[in-house]
């Protein structure tokens, strides 16, 4: 039975509140995790518990952990995650670029000595719902695809986001993976026994399967944007380069093509990179953000293929899955919840979600 939206992002709230998080940055943390599941974004929501408690029992993740400012100018700051969960450091970078930027035109936040944060599209959509371009990337926590041509794992799912307002309640907002697929999906897959369809990951020996414990357990990859090199996957792999010199070179995390990545002691010392943009800086809000919102209308007008199956703009997904989910509740899956019931068990959280 879905639960209420509000019950679900309470559960999640009364876990992290049980695994020791101060109040404020559980609020905030089950605020961004709810957002996704609201939004259908399941991959990055509830569905990440499991591994954020691993994280927490084998000390790579501390529940008290600050973010600080160690470095700024009127139009940047590098801030240090304090080897926590992502979330809270990536909040406070974000809505520190946009302050940033609604003074100065444009700013940059860089965060180090961070963990996994979310879906990345929260971050820019608060940039957005202020009247600002957003953009955001973070680099990853565990190596699972290879580059071009290669056959051995050098890069994570490394995501991308991009948000612009429209002067409507749903602004342009684009979220994806360099990946074929996020991570999250394959997860879900497997916490469900289900398949998964041909093109999302390769064997050890970089041959086609269906297998979601491929590249988590049994050695293989996860595919590059395009898929394979016919398909153009050097592109794919070109972004998560891009990204990763976005949000580990330019913050100094440790890189993810070095050894120690994973063995930090605390955290997974995650690089994150976040942009605002004012579009002030060369018009009026107004004029800028009525072109936004005529512009997606235009692509929406695109006569369709199949009647049924009208042409959307990046968001538009998400604002349908919002509204449905809200009326009829979150839906999670049997497998997912039998996890997350043992977790708030074993942390002497409260269960809500029955």
Not at 68 to 92: N, R, Y
Request: glycine content about 10%; overall charge neutral.
């Amino acid at each position: 039975m879905p639960a209420p939206y509000a019950t679900h992002r309470a559960q999640m709230k009364a876990i992290l509140l049980a695994w020791g998080m101060p109040e404020d940055n559980a609020q905030t943390t089950a605020d961004i995790l709810s957002w996704a599941d609201l939004h259908g974004v399941d991959s990055h929501g509830m569905s990440m518990l499991p591994g954020y408690d691993r994280l927490r029992r084998n000390g790579r993740a501390k529940m008290d952990a600050r973010p600080k400012i160690v470095k700024e100018t009127p139009i940047s700051a590098l801030v240090d995650g304090g080897g926590g969960l992502g979330h809270v450091p990536a909040h406070f970078a974000m809505q520190t670029a946009i302050d940033k930027a609604k003074a100065s035109g444009m700013a940059i936040a860089a965060v180090r000595n961070s963990a996994h944060f979310g879906a990345t599209g929260y971050y820019t959509l608060m940039a957005a719902k202020q009247g600002l371009i957003g953009m955001a990337c973070t680099s990853a926590s565990g190596i699972q695809v290879a580059p071009t041509f290669g056959k051995e794992a050098k890069l994570g799912t490394d995501p991308w986001s991009f948000a612009a307002p429209s002067g409507e309640d749903n602004p342009f907002l684009l979220d994806m993976a360099t990946t074929t697929v996020a991570a999250g999906r394959i997860r879900n897959k497997a916490n469900e026994g289900q398949q998964c369809p041909p093109g999302w990951v390769l064997s050890k020996d970089g041959l086609p399967s269906t297998d979601p414990l491929e590249a988590r357990e049994k050695g293989g990859f996860l595919t590059s944007l395009g898929g394979s090199p016919e398909n153009s996957s050097y592109k794919g792999y070109g972004l998560a380069a891009m990204v990763n010199i976005l949000a580990s070179c330019l913050s100094g995390s440790t890189l993810v093509t070095d050894p120690e990545h994973t063995k930090k002691p605390q955290g997974m010392d995650i690089g994150h990179f976040f942009m605002a943009i004012n579009p002030t800086l060369f018009r009026e809000s107004d004029e800028f953000q009525n072109d936004v919102a005529r512009f997606c209308n235009d692509l929406r007008s695109t006569k369709p293929v199949d009647p049924a199956q009208p042409v959307m703009v990046a968001g538009d997904p998400q604002w349908k899955n919002a509204a449905r989910r809200m009326e009829e509740g979150i839906p999670v899956g049997p497998g997912l919840l039998g996890q997350v019931r043992q977790i708030a068990q074993a942390s002497a959280a409260p269960w809500l979600l029955d």
